[in-house]
């Protein structure tokens, strides 16, 4: 039972700070920018306003400045493919496509040559 009080305990914890941290910039953003999503303009009003989040562009949840240069609102499904796009960029590295050197081997190059010979 204490690794269950303990789990309840620090997710509380946790619950808190989020809620703090958001309440700040979240509120500061909602003032800043239009309720509409940076991606898929969809507009929200007071009705659908918490399906609204604060994406941080640079994913440091720390970085906060007073004139919102880090923020855009995105719809959570936006927001979701946003934070997938960086997960696999963090994965996998970059989405460009590197430049691959051109292939040098040549499997049929003597293959005349050879199907003549096996005549004999």
Request: hydrophobic letters at 30%; glycine letters at 4%; aromatic letters at 10%.
């Amino acid at each position: 039972m204490s690794s269950a009080k303990s789990f309840e305990q620090v997710r509380a914890e946790q619950l808190e700070y989020n809620a703090k941290r958001e309440s700040g910039y979240r509120e500061r953003a909602l003032k800043l920018y239009p309720w509409i999503c940076g991606r898929c303009a969809r507009e929200f009003d007071r009705r659908n306003l918490s399906e609204l989040t604060v994406h941080h562009v640079d994913h440091n949840h720390d970085n906060n400045p007073s004139d919102g240069s880090n923020w855009e609102l995105l719809c959570l499904y936006c927001h979701d493919e946003e934070h997938s796009k960086f997960e696999a960029y963090v994965r996998y590295g970059s989405s460009k496509a590197s430049k691959s050197k051109a292939a040098t081997h040549q499997p049929f190059a003597d293959l005349k040559a050879n199907m003549e010979g096996s005549k004999d």
